[in-house]
């Protein structure tokens, strides 16, 4: 399996800041990386596709990057609905697999 | 607009069999992949497997011996079924649609259904 080890595991921002998570494949998934955002008991939900495709909907504040083995989720002026679990995934190859996820707490 | 509903009981047995069912409107089940997901505190989320119409599945190796899925497309539903069910297997159970493509990824979800492992 391969698998996706994010970082960091949890962090305290405020509003209006820069955030930015790491996500880090064990080996090379190409662009074959999508991004979750997961409110406290609700299902995730999807953001970013193959890398760095913003779904319909999702504001132009949050972005990502990368290709290979290692991508980024950037939230550029963190809002307060943006409190919420992230998620990454691969869909490289079966069985599909997420990374633990980050925790993004108000400062 | 595409929604996803799970069905199914909220209290197994150990060592039971867990039947859960993914109800889809306002799109086909005869075009995507349909997969079963599900989180639990200690292992995250974790794939469970798919579904084409065609038949196809793909299974997780880790609970491929205990899985199985279906379709009904008269019904325009999937199920899951997961055998010989162990406290591990508490957990949230979501269903959600794969897209196919270069963007493959889950765009569709279900609310999930809390399903428990206890006698």
């Known amino acids: 399996d391969i698998q996706m080890t994010q970082s960091p595991p949890s962090l305290s921002a405020s509003v209006g800041d820069r955030v930015t998570i790491t996500c880090r494949a064990s080996?090379?998934?190409?662009?074959?990386l999508n991004w979750y955002q997961q409110k406290s008991g609700k299902a995730p939900k999807l953001l970013i596709s193959a890398a760095s495709n913003l779904q319909n909907g999702v504001p132009s504040r949050f972005g990502g990057s990368g290709s290979g083995t290692d991508f980024t989720l950037t939230i550029s002026s963190l809002q307060p609905e943006d409190f919420a679990t992230y998620y990454c995934?691969?869909?490289?190859?079966?069985?599909?697999?997420f990374g633990q996820g980050t925790k993004v707490e108000i400062k | 607009q595409v929604q996803l509903q799970e069905s199914g009981p909220g209290l197994v047995k150990p060592s039971e069999t867990l039947s859960l069912t993914c109800t889809v409107s306002g799109a086909s089940v005869s075009s995507y992949y349909w997969t079963w997901i599900r989180q639990s505190a200690g292992k995250g989320l974790e794939w469970i497997g798919r579904i084409y119409v065609s038949g196809t599945t793909n299974y997780n190796p880790s609970l491929r011996s205990r899985v199985t899925m279906s379709m009904d497309t008269s019904k325009n539903h999937f199920s899951l079924k997961l055998s010989s069910m162990t406290a591990a297997d508490t957990a949230l159970y979501f269903c959600?649609?794969?897209?196919?493509?270069?963007?493959?990824?889950?765009?569709?979800w279900g609310q999930g259904t809390l399903v428990t492992v206890s006698s």
């Open positions: 080996q090379n998934i190409t662009t074959y």
């Open positions: 995934q691969q869909s490289y190859t079966t069985p599909r697999t």
């Open positions: 959600a649609r794969e897209v196919t493509g270069d963007s493959r990824s889950f765009d569709y």
